[in-house]
């Protein structure tokens, strides 16, 4: 067990990667370069670790868009192995998704582009390379992409990045004595640390300048799941979660993330003050012994809040946002099941090769989802953003009313969920759904499913690049290279 409250000093202020808009060119697509690459980076003064990044040694910048826009982003593959980059959470062409099947080799640059087309929202980008999302992302491959509303100034959210909008890229990291990172201590979900890093800064303080601030909390982590909350149980508003803003904010003490999710909250503070965002024993559905073992009794300082003794006025939030529209579970065209079980979905591993599910294009789906094990598994769809149905035929608690693309599967329940798969067939290119533990979807917890016109005549095999063969493996983390 891990306990590390009250012990973390805050004394590092934390790090807001940059923010990229990127640039329009003269055809009007917002253009943005990312280039992967190793570095050093110091987590501690004088002590420089082996990480990789984005146009830096650790993470990558915040992209933002405004929906409506066409964007293209050009990656440069920096590394000396090969690598992929996703954009979780968008909704785009299969070919532009950077999963499995869009490799890029070292040296090369790979430059997908299509048009934002789903609700604003926070999203982020992180390597998918089958077998090695785990360490890449380990190494510091990720980062946020914002999706922007056309008025930012709607429902008095806070919105000015870096000083009332904060981006919190939580991950937990294990170091060895000479500060490299190591993956050695693991549960049955994956690799744990002992180290809270958010945004690539360890014992971090956010000065806060604004009476409500907007945190957008993305679990960045490989395996560990947070139940966050503050020192004094104060409440705040969870006003969003991983596609979009929630019908009205959520009052509450606490949200529970798993690796993958996302949630905006926003909190308020007085003149002075200085909470400290938490995380203590999340909830894993797990038997007790078992939880303890994948970080179900950690308590974890994460970040402290300091209030200035004056404090600029904010925007009252809005009691209602926008209404979201349901899908109506009498339009699904299909209903398919999804069992988890050992590292496998429906007894199948993930085969480069086999397409697993095909959908019509145009049409509304039920996916029914369950975790038959008692250990931890997750599910994530990739190219949709879904509506949760119902958890164990109940009715979705609120911070699994509004729009999801990931979400904890705890043992034995059923998930129900439904999704619209709107646009973009392509019979030859497929999309991924996985268990978002990165050691589980690595050790082939994933299926395929492509989105095609008319599935009768769909490929339910696909042509693959035989690049298998000339990848060298990685060869752990830290030193050595
Ligand atoms: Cu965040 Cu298929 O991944
Ligand atoms: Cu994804
Ligand atoms: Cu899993």
């Given at each position: 067990?891990?306990?590390?409250?009250?012990?973390?000093?805050?004394?590092?202020?934390?790090?807001?990667?940059?923010?990229?808009?990127?640039?329009?060119?003269?055809?009007?697509?917002?253009?943005?370069?990312?280039?992967?690459?190793?570095?050093?980076?110091?987590?501690?003064?004088?002590?420089?670790?082996?990480?990789?990044?984005?146009?830096?040694?650790?993470?990558?910048?915040?992209?933002?868009?405004?929906?409506?826009?066409?964007?293209?982003?050009?990656?440069?593959?920096?590394?000396?192995?090969?690598?992929?980059?996703?954009?979780?959470?968008?909704?785009?062409?299969?070919?532009?998704?950077?999963?499995?099947?869009?490799?890029?080799?070292?040296?090369?640059?790979?430059?997908?582009?299509?048009?934002?087309?789903?609700?604003?929202?926070?999203?982020?980008?992180?390597?998918?390379?089958?077998?090695?999302?785990?360490?890449?992302?380990?190494?510091?491959?990720?980062?946020?992409?914002?999706?922007?509303?056309?008025?930012?100034?709607?429902?008095?959210?806070?919105?000015?990045?870096?000083?009332?909008?904060?981006?919190?890229?939580?991950?937990?990291?294990?170091?060895?004595?000479?500060?490299?990172?190591?993956?050695?201590?693991?549960?049955?979900?994956?690799?744990?640390?002992?180290?809270?890093?958010?945004?690539?800064?360890?014992?971090?303080?956010?000065?806060?300048?604004?009476?409500?601030?907007?945190?957008?909390?993305?679990?960045?982590?490989?395996?560990?799941?947070?139940?966050?909350?503050?020192?004094?149980?104060?409440?705040?508003?969870?006003?969003?979660?991983?596609?979009?803003?929630?019908?009205?904010?959520?009052?509450?003490?606490?949200?529970?993330?798993?690796?993958?999710?996302?949630?905006?909250?926003?909190?308020?503070?007085?003149?002075?003050?200085?909470?400290?965002?938490?995380?203590?024993?999340?909830?894993?559905?797990?038997?007790?012994?078992?939880?303890?073992?994948?970080?179900?009794?950690?308590?974890?300082?994460?970040?402290?809040?300091?209030?200035?003794?004056?404090?600029?006025?904010?925007?009252?939030?809005?009691?209602?946002?926008?209404?979201?529209s349901r899908m109506n579970p009498s339009d699904a065209?299909?209903?398919?099941?999804?069992?988890?079980?050992?590292?496998?979905?429906?007894?199948?591993?993930?085969?480069?090769?086999?397409?697993?599910?095909?959908?019509?294009?145009?049409?509304v789906?039920?996916?029914?989802?369950?975790?038959?094990?008692?250990?931890?598994?997750?599910?994530?769809?990739?190219?949709?953003?879904?509506?949760?149905?119902?958890?164990?035929?109940?009715?979705?608690?609120?911070?699994?009313?509004?729009?999801?693309?990931?979400?904890?599967?705890?043992?034995?329940?059923?998930?129900?969920?439904i999704?619209?798969?709107?646009?973009?067939?392509?019979?030859?290119?497929?999309?991924?759904?996985?268990?978002?533990?990165?050691?589980?979807?690595?050790?082939?917890?994933?299926?395929?499913?492509?989105?095609?016109?008319?599935?009768?005549?769909?490929?339910?095999?696909?042509?693959?690049?035989?690049?298998?063969?000339?990848?060298?493996?990685?060869?752990?983390?830290?030193?050595?290279?």
């Open positions: 067990m891990v306990d590390t409250v009250g012990q973390v000093e805050f004394e590092n202020a934390l790090a807001i990667p940059p923010l990229d808009r990127g640039t329009v060119g003269p055809d009007g697509v917002r253009e943005f370069r990312l280039r992967a690459a190793e570095g050093v980076t110091e987590f501690t003064p004088g002590v420089g670790t082996t990480t990789w990044g984005f146009n830096g040694s650790y993470l990558g910048p915040t992209l933002a868009a405004t929906v409506g826009e066409p964007v293209r982003i050009h990656v440069e593959n920096g590394l000396f192995v090969p690598t992929t980059v996703h954009w979780h959470g968008m909704h785009l062409p299969a070919e532009m998704d950077g999963g499995p099947h869009q490799v890029i080799e070292p040296g090369v640059t790979w430059s997908p582009s299509w048009t934002i087309d789903q609700e604003p929202t926070t999203l982020w980008y992180h390597p998918h390379l089958h077998g090695e999302t785990e360490s890449h992302v380990e190494m510091g491959l990720a980062g946020l992409f914002l999706l922007e509303p056309e008025d930012p100034d709607r429902f008095g959210l806070p919105h000015r990045y870096g000083v009332d909008d904060i981006p919190v890229i939580v991950q937990d990291r294990q170091f060895t004595s000479s500060g490299q990172f190591t993956t050695s201590t693991r549960g049955f979900v994956g690799a744990l640390g002992d180290t809270v890093l958010v945004n690539g800064t360890a014992a971090p303080y956010l000065e806060v300048t604004t009476e409500l601030v907007k945190l957008r909390l993305l679990n960045g982590s490989t395996a560990r799941t947070y139940r966050f909350e503050f020192d004094d149980e104060r409440s705040f508003d969870l006003v969003g979660t991983d596609g979009g803003l929630l019908e009205a904010p959520h009052r509450t003490d606490h949200v529970q993330l798993s690796p993958g999710e996302r949630a905006e909250i926003v909190v308020r503070v007085r003149p002075g003050e200085q909470p400290v965002l938490r995380s203590i024993s999340p909830d894993l559905g797990m038997p007790g012994p078992i939880a303890a073992m994948n970080g179900g009794s950690d308590r974890l300082d994460i970040m402290q809040l300091r209030a200035a003794p004056v404090l600029e006025a904010s925007a009252p939030l809005a009691e209602r946002f926008a209404e979201i065209a299909n209903e398919r099941h999804f069992e988890m079980d050992g590292l496998q979905i429906n007894g199948q591993s993930m085969q480069m090769h086999t397409v697993n599910e095909i959908v019509e294009v145009d049409t789906e039920i996916w029914k989802v369950r975790n038959r094990m008692q250990f931890a598994h997750s599910f994530h769809i990739h190219d949709v953003q879904f509506q949760v149905l119902s958890v164990d035929g109940k009715a979705p608690p609120p911070e699994l009313a509004g729009w999801k693309d990931t979400i904890y599967t705890r043992p034995g329940v059923i998930y129900e969920l999704m619209r798969f709107e646009d973009y067939a392509d019979p030859d290119t497929p999309y991924m759904y996985h268990c978002h533990f990165l050691a589980h979807e690595d050790a082939g917890m994933m299926g395929q499913f492509t989105v095609v016109e008319d599935a009768s005549t769909a490929p339910k095999v696909i042509d693959i690049p035989s690049r298998d063969d000339d990848t060298a493996p990685f060869t752990g983390h830290g030193g050595g290279h």
